[in-house]
């Protein structure tokens, strides 16, 4: 029920997160071990160190972008009561980013996807008569399932407080039944640490490999003193390494020589294919495909158009859990509070417009292979029964064309004959003398 006593006397204050910079094999194991067992203090250290990767963040953000970026409103519903659905949507619709800042709702949809799990409070204010609300987005370190009672607990400065979603107060987004199973730091924490060891081999091996040996060869039957001198002016190169060879006088009488040893290998190339391996892993459990980056040449359009559909599902997807949400944790207990008569079954709907944007080419191209269907199916003989219904699919509006008319043929004209003739000019004298006659 919303809350309509005293609503701003909770507070929930967090404690500092924790930070920790470096992880082993051993301790990630750990953290994913507690995670599923409904403990979030390591994992939740573990998504913010994760941060600190070169693809990762990007990637988040532009799953989270694909929602918030769209446009947005609020939906009134149709039964029961339209008109008192619309008169919250037209209050709340305005000040809807003041309620729920972008900020936050962007960490919830972070925390959500890599962890599973997200948490946030109501901080209420105002008087009896119109209370405010803005969503805040705790660190989930501190929060944690237990297992034999199925509740969930908050450990904050005010002491373990039971977490219980939809009153008004706590706002927790997980997918269903252990949802936290779900969170990408499952999949992704151990290529995670295996890339970070793997830049950490590189530079190693760049600054070995960077910086060839240098042979320095001096003639076992050189003097002492001469030997000392020589490797003293090596010594002078400073910090370029250098390797004292005992060698043997050659053809021609040299006494001291200097060569360069450096590497001819391709080995490095291992580094980079892991790299991107990784990369390629993120990127799929991110945003559900690679093909944008794994398709070249050929075919490189269908594969994008596959990529992006693959986004738009996911943005969609997404946007109807955000919006589900937000509706009964959020928007009920606020409207309720403030509205007279506001159910759940009232209360409109968030809606984040994430259609996909129509493609002119490939509408094109379909409303193309869809006549062509017609055509064969015509040809072979057929006739497309549902042609109506498969057109305004296919964005098409057609109209048959009546067939134009049978041209009006004249009647055969032909010559007259001779004899005809003769007895016409006979006629028409007979008719010219009959005047004459009767004068």
């Known amino acids: 029920m919303p809350p309509r006593k005293e609503p701003s006397a909770f507070r929930v204050t967090q404690w500092s997160p924790g930070i920790r910079p470096t992880w082993t094999v051993s301790e990630v194991r750990s953290a994913l ?7 979030f203090s390591n994992s939740a250290l573990l998504v913010d160190s994760m941060g600190e990767d070169d693809a ?19 939906c009134p519903v149709d039964e029961p009561n339209r008109q008192l659905s619309t008169r919250v949507a037209k209050k709340y619709e305005p000040i ?13 949809m972070r925390w959500r996807r890599m962890l599973g799990v997200a948490i946030g409070v109501l901080d209420w204010e105002g008087s009896g008569s119109e209370w ?58 151990i290529n995670w640490l295996a890339k970070q060891q793997t830049i950490r081999d590189w530079n190693r091996y760049n600054e070995r490999h960077g910086l060839p040996l240098l042979l320095a060869k ?5 003097e002492d003193p001469e030997r000392e001198q020589f490797w003293d002016d090596l010594q002078a190169l400073g910090s370029e390494t250098v390797v004292q060879l005992a060698t043997h006088l050659d053809k021609e009488g040299a006494a001291f020589d200097l060569d360069l040893l450096e590497a001819t290998s391709r080995s490095y190339d291992s580094f980079r294919l892991f790299l991107e391996r990784c990369d390629h892993r993120f990127l799929v459990s991110l945003l559900g495909s690679n093909l944008s980056t794994e398709v070249n040449g050929q075919g490189s359009r269908a594969a994008a158009d596959v990529h992006q559909d693959a986004e738009d599902s996911r943005a969609s997807a997404e946007a109807e859990e955000l919006s589900t949400e937000l ?5 009920f207990p606020i409207a309720g509070a403030n509205v007279p008569g506001v159910s ?11 259609e996909a944007e129509p493609n002119p080419i490939a509408e094109a191209a379909h409303q193309t292979a869809f006549l062509g269907v017609i055509t064969a199916a015509k040809t072979a003989g057929y006739e497309v029964e549902n042609i109506d219904e498969l057109s305004e699919r296919h964005g098409l509006k057609l109209k048959k064309i009546e067939p134009p008319p049978p041209p009006v043929v004249a009647p055969p004209t032909f010559p007259p004959d001779e004899d005809q003739e003769g007895e016409e000019e006979d006629e028409a004298d007979e008719t010219d003398d009959a005047p004459a006659a009767a004068e």
């Open 344 to 354: 759940i079954e009232t209360t409109p709907w968030p809606k984040w417009h994430t």
């Open 132 to 189: 405010g609300a803005r969503l805040r987005v705790l660190h989930p370190q501190f929060l944690r399932y237990q297992q034999w009672d199925q509740k969930w607990i908050y450990s904050a400065q005010e002491g373990q407080l039971e977490v219980t979603p939809g009153d008004g107060r706590w706002v927790l987004f997980t997918d269903g039944d252990r949802g936290w199973m779900r969170g990408s730091v499952r999949s992704l924490a």
């Open 218 to 222: 001096a003639p076992l039957v050189a």
């Open 96 to 108: 809807w980013y003041d309620i729920f800042p972008e900020t936050a709702l962007g960490a919830l």
């Open 327 to 331: 509706r009964r944790q959020c928007l």
């Open 56 to 74: 990762i963040p990007g990637y988040l953000d532009k799953r989270i972008d694909a929602v918030l970026s769209k446009d947005f409103e609020l």
């Open 33 to 39: 071990r507690q995670h599923a067992d409904g403990d």
